[in-house]
């Protein structure tokens, strides 16, 4: 039972910044945000996570509002590798084996 | 390192044949999982170990499924007998624990499974 809502599907143009909502709003104080995505014929990638505070790796950016119930994956600049489903996911972290994937977002990156 | 190794890439059986999915995770990891997808049901989980103890394994459709981890470096899964519905792609994924958990999973290319 997936516990967030992701649309189904988004576009962006290669080199602009591509924006991944996801809502969470019944995310508990325990439970952090994940982002997985999966290319094409190929396992899923760990991308990025976070509590509360915003976080920024190599890959992208995590914006999680005050509240918590929402939070955003930014990809600063898309390129067409990038086209992907991208799941968000809410987990317990320290006991944080148990991932369950939801449908995702599937991204198109468009020339 | 050369991440999680899975075998065989592609596998084609008749129905009612035993199937055996193989899987190398990554060195010095100490949780596995396996997961399915399908078209209908998506990416499902279903059964973890962690120091080659099987943790939770509520995603095994039923007993036709088993899996196995004979050391920290294999496991395998099992199908007898197969059937048509078991069609999909099967995932392994590994990961290490730490004082934060387990929150980065590295997968492997997957298994695809087609049931005749």
């Known amino acids: 039972d997936a516990k967030t809502t992701q649309p189904t599907s988004m576009d962006c143009a290669e080199g602009r910044a591509a924006n991944l909502p996801c809502n969470h709003s019944?995310?508990?104080?325990?439970?952090?945000v994940y982002w997985y995505r999966q290319i094409h014929s190929q396992g899923p990638q760990y991308i990025i996570h976070g509590l509360k505070n915003n976080e920024t790796n190599e890959m992208a950016s995590l914006i999680i509002t005050e509240d918590r119930k929402s939070s955003t994956l930014i990809l600063p600049h898309a390129t067409l590798r990038d086209t992907a489903v991208y799941y968000c996911?809410?987990?317990?972290?320290?006991?944080?084996?148990?991932?369950?994937f939801g449908s995702g977002t599937r991204l198109s990156i468009r020339p | 390192d050369a991440g999680v190794i899975q075998s065989p890439r592609h596998e084609v059986t008749e129905m009612g044949q035993e199937v055996t999915l193989r899987c190398k995770p990554i060195?010095?990891?100490?949780?596995l999982f396996w997961y399915r997808q399908t078209m209908m049901r998506g990416l499902e989980l279903l059964i973890y170990f962690n120091n080659n103890v099987p943790i939770d394994d509520s995603g095994m459709p039923e007993d036709r499924f088993s899996a196995k981890m004979p050391n920290a470096s294999f496991s395998t899964l099992k199908i007898q007998p197969s059937e048509p519905r078991d069609s999909a792609v099967y995932f392994c994924?590994?990961?290490?624990?730490?004082?934060?958990?387990?929150?980065?999973?590295?997968f492997g290319p997957g298994t695809r499974l087609t049931v005749t």
């Open positions: 060195s010095g990891h100490d949780y």
């Open positions: 019944t995310i508990s104080g325990n439970e952090y």
């Open positions: 996911i809410v987990s317990v972290y320290s006991s944080a084996s148990k991932i369950i």
């Open positions: 994924a590994s990961s290490l624990s730490g004082t934060s958990g387990t929150y980065e999973q590295y």
